[in-house]
Each structure stands twice: as structure tokens, then as C-alpha cells.
């Protein structure tokens, strides 16, 4: 695991901590973390983020997006684990003096992303600085205790995804005007999987939501679960039509939409071929149609249907990449171009 | 409950999302949020809290008291509420490129301060900014249901400490060099009351930690109880030896030690005169000995035994102090020093 520069981050500021006897995940190894609470059956899932980058860079600048984002990013680790939400605690850190509009928008974000998640703001903690930022925490419950985890899959599993891919990326480019023509509006507001998830649940060998992009979030499926990845699906039905666009006025092809590292917070998954069909017809009476992108092999390594059919693609390269460019979209985006040309080749 | 500008806040941001109905608490009724969760008998405690201000303003240096920190200022409203400790989730927005020296203290700290409070770390977030901060979000559980509120307490009442207070206020004089001679060592380092908060569950009408400070502290639980507080223990018995001495080398009087807003994490807690007797004796068998320091009265408002005897203190102007000093420490002890004046006359 420890090709990958975030991964090896967490080694190390976690790597300090003991496992608790009551955590039923390993490190990485589910989207929340999952807690039996002691002296009881209860299994609970708990999980924190927050949108601290997102401000600094400038990607999030609409405070309505901000407050709804914190709320989502967090829901979507409950959806990756099947939980039913509870509540989220919030941590606003806000400027001194903080312009009033900014704050009234925020919270309408907040609300608005709760009142989508079933999720109740339950308490939480204000700050002032220079920089502001705002975290969640939030609460699910297992009502049957078997969890979704990261963990799972074995070849022959049939991969999906829960909707098409990419809106994450595109939403980045747009925001940094990186499109030629900037005219396609990206209608960026995710909505954490939370139903679907719960149908997981009982169907799924392993689950992870996309919000570091698609291609790193199949990275750290297969790498937990010490398989690859075929991936079948072409691109004009892996990657949303808006995204497709964007990336065209961009002059980048449609794969590098799922390369990260802002996502769409959709859910990738695998199901046995044994419950497949049971999967999909469950699905459809829910009025939900999972998009079927591949299967889980043998042979360790991503490999997607690209320009000269099924094609190696270096994902671990992929994933380190923006990190390797300093944060900086223009020097990653002129990295995945190096990678693009590879794989014409 | 307007009177102060810390509530205001909480009603304005807090105000704009409904309770939900798994929570036993309102708005500003206990240290920690208590959660029943769905389709369970298990009643659990949540709370989040972050050292920022701290960091910004300097009065935190050191990593491993900022790590340290970040866990016992979660730990201690899980004391507050008498929840039996679970686990700790860390929210750490680190600098870019941060120092090795840094995060290898920070993390001693909050190591330490777990195995302190018997917290597991469950998780948590790391993010970079330009500017440090260190969050935490802390899970317990109340295994007979029946948690700790700030509410409950009635006229006769007797008032405790769970030991001499001030050590938070003298912590922030010697950091900022504000005592003149500077000779004296502050050892800030404040363990959460866990195993008394255990106790005070069975004994206690009401329970508040002073992670502001004695005096705010007194004045929430008066505001939220409908009731005013007799402090007829001198203040050589209340105020801590150490604090006492700083206070004398900043030329400034001891009772200013309990004004706030940094605090010690003790707990300050009523007790019924029916079982005062029980509940000492409880706590002599378990080696605590705390610190009785007055009583519940009919009477609205805080008298404290001062210069000429029983003195009325207005709490509500004490705990405005800072913030309307625009958090400066020059201008706020000016403003303490003017009420002095007024209690000495």
C-alpha cells in the first residue's frame, strides 16, 4: 500500500494510535469507522471530514456549496458503509467579524444537505481565524449489524458503479476556467447514496464512495482486496455527457475525468455473479439502475477499455499525481496529458 | 439568556436547524450531546470541540499541549455529562511541507491524553492550510441511560468544585507574560474529570465543566436553572495556590483567576442537601475530595465572599469581558481591574 503518497500519510499519523477492540474496520479498510459500543449489540458508524482545501484553493467559493458539502462528504461515507444516518455534529471555523451573508448561505447549505440525508444537526463547535473551514462528524446506526466494507470482492465479482462518473472533475475544471469555452454550467451538488447503500448492505462484497475521484477509489479497492480491475465499460457510458463536454473544451479526453482528486461522491462497487441478478432486479423495484462497468480478476493491475481496446492503466501513477504536482491543476492536468499520450501509443 | 454573546451566537447558528428527536438535550443544557439511538435502549454522548484559537493567538506552542489539548477539552464535556468513554475521532488541518518535530509531539499529546481518558483513537481527517488547527469529536456511552445535565439544580442545593480552580486563567498570564516576575512554572496540563463525572451521575443535580473558567461557568448554570449562586468559600480555599501567586505577580486580585475564558477543565456541580452526605462519602472511598463552595439560592445572581463579605458579582459583564476587549489581554485585565475597583468600594 505504500506506492501511495496518502496512504502513507495516514501510516504515519495513525500508525501512532493502537486499534480499538471495539473497531471492527481496520485502517482504510471502510469509508466510516465502524464501533460496537461496549455493552451492547449496537454497531454504529461514525465517520469526520472536512472542507478546508477546497476553501483555501478556491474550488468551493459559493457558501451555499460549502455548508452543503460538508454535510455530503460525510453522509457519503455512511452511504459507503450502509449506515442508516442519525446526526452530524458540525465544527464552523469562520472569520472574525464574518460577513453575515456568508454565514445565512452556509447554514441554508448545512440545512439543505440534511434535510436530503435525513440527517439532524445534533450540536457542534464555532471558531474564528483567518481561514476558515468547516468539518461535520457524522452518526449512522447498522440496525443488523453486517456493515459494507472496503473488504470483500473476489474475482468474478461483477463492478459497478451508481451512477456515471466525472461530474467531480468537470466541476474542477469549470471552477478554475480550465474549459476553452466556459459555457457548460456544472450543476455540481452531489447527493450522498444513502438508499442505495442500504441495499448494499445485503448485496454488496465491497463498497467505496468516489470522492477522491473513480480511478483512485478503484486503486484502493483492489489494492485492499489484492485483485485487479476490468474495466469494460466504454467511456461515453462510464463518464457523465457534462463531463465529456467539459473535458472536450478542455482538450483532455474523456478517461481523465475519473483520475481525481475531486470527486463526485458516488458509490463503486462489486457483487457476487451468484446475487447479480437478484442485485439488479432489487435495484430496479427501488427505482434505482446501477451502471455495470466490469469485473474483479486474477491479474492485480487496472485495466479499462481505452483507444486500443483494454488497455494497463497505471492507477497508483494516476493517484499520486496531483500530490507530485504540488496542487497545482495546470501541472497535473499537463501530467495526465503525458499519461494520455502512453496509452495512445 | 441573551445577556451574552457567546449564547447569542449559538442561538443565531444553532437556531437555524430544528432539534431531533433522538436527543434528550436542548440547546446549551449539557456539556456533551445526548443521543438515543433509533431503535435502541443505548443512550450515547457525542461532543466536539477544537483548539484554534488557542493556536492563532498563540497561548498554545507547544505541540504536544495542542495535541494534549485537542483530546481533554472532548474528553472533559464527556466527564461533565458522566459518560463512560468510548472513542476520539481527530480532525488535524496541518501547514503544508509541516515540521516531522511538530506532528511527532502533537501525536505524543493526543497519544497520551487517550490513554489518560481511556480514548481510543477511531479515526479522523487530516487536511493542510496556512493556518494550523486540531479538532476532536469524542463517543461515550451512558450505560443506565440516566446521563448528567447542566439542569436540574433547586434553591438549598449545595454547590461544589471538583478541585481549587484558576490554573487556566494564570496558564494564559504566564504564557503571555503578563505576571511581572515571571519565575513561576505554570504546569497546564488538565485531565478530564472522567471517573468523578461517573460518580457525580449518581449524586448530581446539575454538572458543567469551566473550559471557560469558573465564574461563566457559574453564570450559565444559574441562567439555565433559574436560580443564583451563594460562593461563601474564601477565595485562598477556591483559588488554586499557584494561580493565587501569579495573579499577585500580575498585581492583580485572586478572584480574577475564575473570570475566564480560559479555563481548567474541573467541574463545578450541585448536589441535594438529602444526599450531600452519601455522595462525600462516595467520593472519600474513591480518594476525591471535593471542594465544597456554597449553595443554590432563590435569589438570582452570583454573591461571592469578597472584600466586604458577601459581594454581588456580575457574571454576565465578567463573561462579556473578552470578547467585547476584542480578545486583547491588556485591555481585558484593565476591564477586570475596573470591577475590582467596584467590588473593593
Not at 59 to 68: A, E, N, Q, T, V
Not at 104 to 128: P, S
Not at 152 to 168: E, N, Q, V
Not at 240 to 246: E, G, N, V
Request: some cysteine.
Amino acid at each position: 500500500m505504500n506506492a501511495i503518497i496518502e496512504n502513507q500519510l495516514i501510516d504515519k499519523l495513525a500508525g501512532a494510535f493502537p486499534r480499538s477492540p471495539n473497531q471492527l474496520n481496520g485502517l482504510r479498510e471502510s469509508d466510516a469507522e465502524l464501533i460496537r459500543l461496549p455493552g451492547t449489540d449496537t454497531l454504529i458508524a461514525l465517520t469526520t471530514d472536512g472542507v478546508v482545501e477546497e476553501i483555501e484553493a478556491g474550488l468551493y467559493d459559493d457558501p451555499y456549496l460549502i455548508g452543503w458539502m460538508a454535510v455530503m462528504v460525510n453522509a457519503s461515507d455512511l452511504a459507503a458503509v450502509g449506515a442508516e444516518p442519525v446526526g452530524i455534529l458540525l465544527n464552523e471555523t469562520l472569520k472574525p467579524d464574518e460577513d453575515e451573508d456568508f454565514v445565512t448561505r452556509l447554514q441554508e447549505g448545512i440545512r439543505d444537505a440534511c434535510t436530503a440525508c435525513n440527517l439532524e444537526v445534533l450540536g457542534g463547535d464555532t471558531n474564528f481565524s483567518s481561514q476558515r473551514q468547516i468539518a461535520g462528524t457524522a452518526l449512522g446506526t447498522i440496525p443488523d449489524g453486517k456493515p459494507l466494507t472496503r473488504l470483500g470482492c473476489t474475482p468474478g465479482d461483477r463492478l459497478f458503479a451508481s451512477s456515471r462518473l466525472g461530474i467531480g472533475s468537470a466541476f474542477a475544471l469549470s471552477q478554475f476556467r480550465m474549459d476553452r469555452h466556459g459555457e457548460t454550467k456544472v450543476d455540481y451538488r452531489p447527493s450522498a447514496r444513502l438508499s442505495e447503500g442500504q441495499l448494499l448492505r445485503r448485496f454488496a462484497s465491497c463498497c467505496m464512495d468516489t470522492s477522491d475521484g473513480a480511478i483512485p477509489t478503484l486503486d484502493e479497492l483492489m489494492r485492499l482486496n489484492g485483485v485487479g480491475f476490468q474495466i469494460d465499460s466504454p467511456m461515453r457510458d462510464l463518464v457523465h455527457p457534462t463531463a465529456i463536454q467539459i473535458a472536450a473544451g478542455a482538450s483532455l479526453p474523456a478517461w481523465t475525468m475519473l483520475a481525481g482528486p475531486h470527486g463526485e461522491f458516488e458509490l463503486l462497487f462489486a457483487i457476487s455473479q451468484d446475487c447479480a441478478a437478484e442485485f439488479e432486479e432489487s435495484a430496479r423495484l427501488s427505482g434505482w439502475k446501477p451502471l455495470p462497468i466490469g469485473l474483479v480478476t486474477d491479474e492485480p493491475g487496472l485495466r479499462m477499455e481505452l483507444y486500443n481496446g483494454l488497455s494497463s492503466v497505471d492507477s497508483s501513477r494516476i493517484r499520486n499525481l496531483f500530490t507530485q504536482s504540488g496542487g497545482d491543476p495546470e501541472s497535473y492536468i499537463a501530467g495526465l496529458l503525458r499519461l494520455d499520450a502512453l496509452l495512445r501509443a
